[in-house]
T-cell receptor, first 109, second 114 residues
Framework: GEDVEQSLFLSVREGDSSVINCTYT??????LYWYKQEPGAGLQLLTY?????DMKQDQRLTVLLNKKDKHLSLRIADTQTGDSAIYFC?????????FGAGTTVTVRA | DVKVTQSSRYLVKRTGEKVFLECVQD?????MFWYRQDPGLGLRLIYF???????EKGDIPEGYSVSREKKERFSLILESASTNQTSMYLC?????????????FGPGTRLLVL
């Protein structure tokens, strides 16, 4: 079955860049997603990338996809305190999503 | 804006009770999903439904059942709640896959089984 892995914790200083990494196993994945979960809330879609793309940029967010290595990353530029949250990567196969365990990002002053 | 609502934010039940978690979406989405979220495990799919009265097992269906009598509503049922079902339950909906359309999530129900 599908297996998505990501590191559990990341601590970053306010104003620095954050990089969250993810690996996946399903080579037939069509889309890959990044979701954000703030405390006590559901998941909010941040961005996604189609599997035939290498990079996607959306304001402070940059997604990089290395399809050969099945590696996905999310870079957040100029990290702010409001970016403190859990970030999930997910791969889509048909209409099902497989999620990683989530990376808890803590932004320190 | 897509809206997915869940009937309760917090719920406390006793072992052996029958528990109903309700989810409603207002975007006429065909697909609906129930997940549970546990620390360090991420989201695990319990059941999903791709049409009214249709359901399919996810990765961890044991101890759960579902009901989808109307398109907008998807219910998760714990027939006899146990302490290991204490968790955060998330409902999601999505249209049929086209392009990058993804799943939209409700705020979650935090269930405590005593």
């Amino acid at each position: 079955g599908e297996d998505v892995e990501q590191s559990l914790f990341l601590s970053v200083r306010e104003g620095d860049s954050s990089v969250i990494n993810c690996t996946y196993t399903d080579s037939s994945s069509t889309y890959l997603y990044w979701y954000k979960q703030e405390p006590g809330a559901g998941l909010q879609l941040l961005t996604y990338i189609f599997s035939n793309m290498d990079m996607k940029q959306d304001q402070r967010l940059t997604v990089l996809l290395n399809k050969k290595d099945k590696h996905l990353s999310l870079r957040i530029a100029d990290t702010q305190t409001g970016d403190s949250a859990i970030y999930f990567c997910a791969e889509r196969s048909d209409y099902k999503l497989s999620f990683g365990a989530g990376t808890t990002v803590t932004v320190r002053a | 804006d897509v809206k997915v609502t869940q009937s309760s934010r917090y719920l406390v039940k006793r072992t052996g009770e029958k528990v109903f978690l309700e989810c409603v979406q207002d975007m006429d989405h065909e697909n609906m999903f129930w997940y549970r979220q546990d620390p360090g495990l991420g989201l695990r799919l319990i059941y999903f439904s791709y049409d009214v009265k249709m359901k399919e097992k996810g990765d961890i269906p044991e101890g759960y059942s579902v009901s989808r009598e109307k398109k907008e509503r998807f219910s998760l049922i714990l027939e006899s709640a146990s302490t290991n079902q204490t968790s955060m339950y998330l409902c999601a909906s999505s249209p049929r896959p086209r392009g990058g359309e993804t799943q939209y999530f409700g705020p979650g129900t935090r269930l405590l089984v005593l």
